[in-house]
């Protein structure tokens, strides 16, 4: 009865949500352990700085390892980089030991992490590393260990608690880690000048890849946009809004700039008898919003969002309409 009444209390709704509210509190306090160990430790922060040097001078690739719960996170943190334009990869100590050190050469960087220093399966790579000068960057909390002792630049993280009531299970100290090597996936990602475009190129699938796509790979162009002169009759805007299917016309002046809309809401706001024979500049809507091509999808999004409008023309830089951009060619491509 009482084994019962504890596994009652353990699961219940209060009981959960204390752990929870714990479990987040403690990893806040871990984060912010760290921030002011970069600014009250400046072997460490020091250490940041070279490691990005040694990595973004450096011909080779970066090689990240760890065992465990560390491993995981050496995976999360190579991946990083390679997303974000630094050649990395992930190769598991074990694996390392019989014949995955074939993989390394001089040229490439280690990043090594284990919490304690202290992870047996890291030897042998460590061995390597000192018999063919590959420079080893560790991420533990122990200056003393053997890896921080065998290391050109040993990262050295504040001793946390961690969330687990018991203090095993890692879950502050991997947060960590992963933070540092966030931060310096993120400070080579800035070094190199790695920009969305960039980013584009590793991430041409999915959501991601749709917002980072450019409008003028969405928009319809040619005779696909909806073009009427100065001085012609609203007749001819109607037909061209009717046949083009966008709801809107764009008008342009004697040079083919773009100078003004016409859309259905133009069209009740001018609704009157003699509303086909007037001169389409009587109606339209001036200075018109519009984008240039080389702008991202998910920019042309928020910007309809915000200016709560639904097509929009592309324009060169002389101010010519290029193209036509409606949102549910937005919505189609995925970008929202």
Same mark, same amino acid.
């Given at each position: ?6 596994? @009652? ?6 009981? +959960? ?12 306090? $871990?984060?912010?352990? #760290? ?6 430790? @400046?072997?460490?922060? /020091? $250490?940041? +700085? ?17 065992? $465990? ?22 190769? &598991? ?27 047996? =399966? #890291? ?36 001793? +946390?608690?961690?969330?687990?009531? &018991?203090? #095993? ?5 991997? !947060?960590? /880690? ?5 931060? *310096?996936? !993120?400070? #080579? ?24 796509? *450019?409008? /003028? =790979?969405?928009?319809?162009?040619? =005779? ?46 001018? !609704? ?8 389409? =500049? ?55």
């Amino acid at each position: 009865m009482g084994l019962r009444h504890v596994k @009652a209390d353990a699961h219940s709704g209060v009981a +959960v949500m204390d752990s929870i509210r714990r479990t987040i509190t403690t990893a806040k306090n $871990g984060i912010e352990a #760290l921030a002011e160990h970069l600014v009250t430790d @400046a072997v460490f922060a /020091q $250490g940041l +700085v070279d490691a990005v040097a040694l990595v973004g001078d450096g011909a080779g690739r970066v090689v990240v390892s760890g065992v $465990g719960k560390s491993g995981h996170i050496a995976r999360k943190i190579a991946a990083t980089m390679a997303s974000t334009g630094t050649s990395a990869y992930f190769v &598991h100590p074990t694996e390392a030991s019989h014949g995955d050190l074939g993989m390394i050469t001089a040229d490439d960087v280690l990043i090594l992490l284990s919490w304690s220093g202290e992870t047996a =399966e #890291l030897a042998n790579m460590l061995t390597y590393a000192k018999r063919f000068k590959v420079p080893v960057v560790s991420i533990s909390c122990n200056r003393d260990s053997t890896l921080a002792r065998n290391s050109e630049i040993a990262l050295v993280l504040p001793k +946390v608690q961690e969330a687990c009531p &018991h203090g #095993l299970a890692p879950t502050t100290s991997a !947060m960590l /880690q992963l933070a540092v090597g966030d931060a *310096l996936a !993120m400070a #080579l990602l800035e070094r190199r000048g790695f920009s969305a475009e960039d980013f584009k190129t590793f991430h041409p699938g999915g959501k991601l890849g749709a917002q980072l796509r *450019l409008v /003028q =790979e969405l928009a319809h162009v040619a =005779e696909r946009v909806p073009l009427v002169a100065v001085g012609r009759p609203m007749s001819e805007a109607v037909i061209a809004m009717s046949a083009k299917g966008f709801g809107v016309v764009g008008i342009v002046d004697e040079k083919g700039a773009l100078v003004g809309v016409i859309t259905d809401g133009d069209l009740r706001r001018h !609704m009157s008898g003699d509303l086909l024979s007037q001169p389409v =500049e009587e109606v339209m809507s001036r200075n018109p919003r519009v984008v240039h091509g080389d702008v991202l999808a998910s920019a042309a999004m928020e910007f309809m969002e915000e200016h709560k409008i639904t097509v929009l023309f592309l324009v060169d830089e002389a101010g010519m309409p290029v193209g036509i951009l409606h949102i549910h060619d937005l919505l189609r491509a995925g970008v929202a």
